[in-house]
T-cell receptor
Framework: QKEVEQDPGPLSVPEGAIVSLNCTYS??????FMWYRQYSRKGPELLMY????GNKEDGRFTAQVDKSSKYISLFIRDSQPSDSATYLC????????????FGKGTTLSVSS | DAGVIQSPRHEVTEMGQEVTLRCKPI?????LFWYRQTMMRGLELLIY????????DSGMPEDRFSAKMPNASFSTLKIQPSEPRDSAVYFC?????????????????FGPGTRLTVL
């Protein structure tokens, strides 16, 4: 079993839809959870960052962490064509320069 | 700030040749990471440095791969000899780590990547 599992998609939705992206993980010691967005032929960029369990909201984006289920989610409200990208979940045991373990990424396409 | 700079952006070489990828981290960052991304395996960490010292190289696939960080503003990833299965996009990322603090200061900023094709 891989440490981090993520459905690669692709996921296609119409503009304005609510999008749910998910990852599961096996290592209960993970403490920091992140979502990166990667546009085609670009490097990943940090979108959301959460420590331990709970929710975090930033504009149209909400990140949820359920450590008891080893499950994290990213919700995108009112999706826009500019949200079309690959979304990668990432997690680490501790911050301060430690390694991130990435999911393979889910490719999202939002049509206008 | 110019962000993380990687060169070359594209590299096409023949099997058996030596390949050197270069990275300039963001000024002031003290951690540097090399990743490889393929469709099959996703984004994998190869090696990372903290204050120019290699901390974990367990992701380096084999002895053909080596990485150096001679100073805080430069790192190289070398493949010798290269093989077709090394074809991938190689990313460098850097971060500024403040030990003991839980903050976004350790966000990893990625460069644009080097797309390597080994024929």
């Amino acid at each position: 079993q891989k440490e981090v599992e993520q459905d690669p998609g692709p996921l296609s939705v119409p503009e304005g839809a609510i999008v749910s992206l998910n990852c599961t993980y096996s290592n209960s010691a993970f403490q920091y959870f992140m979502w990166y967005r990667q546009y085609s032929r670009k490097g990943p960029e940090l979108l959301m960052y959460t420590y331990s369990s709970g929710n975090k909201e930033d504009g149209r984006f909400t990140a949820q962490v359920d450590k008891s289920s080893k499950y994290i989610s990213l919700f995108i409200r009112d999706s826009q064509p500019s949200d079309s990208a690959t979304y990668l979940c990432a997690m680490s045991l501790a911050q301060a320069g430690t390694a991130l373990i990435f999911g393979k990424g889910t490719t999202l396409s939002v049509s206008s | 700030d110019a962000g993380v700079i990687q060169s070359p952006r594209h590299e096409v070489t023949e099997m058996g040749q030596e390949v050197t990828l270069r990275c300039k981290p963001i000024s002031g960052h003290n951690s540097l990471f090399w990743y490889r991304q393929t469709m099959m395996r996703g984004l994998e960490l190869l090696i990372y440095f903290n204050n120019n010292v290699p901390i974990d190289d367990s992701g380096m696939p084999e002895d053909r791969f080596s990485a150096k960080m001679p100073n805080a503003s430069f790192s190289t990833l070398k493949i010798q000899p290269s093989e077709p299965r090394d074809s991938a996009v190689y990313f460098c990322a850097s971060s500024s780590t403040l030990a003991g603090e839980s903050s976004l200061s350790d966000t990893q900023y990625f460069g644009p990547g080097t797309r390597l094709t080994v024929l």
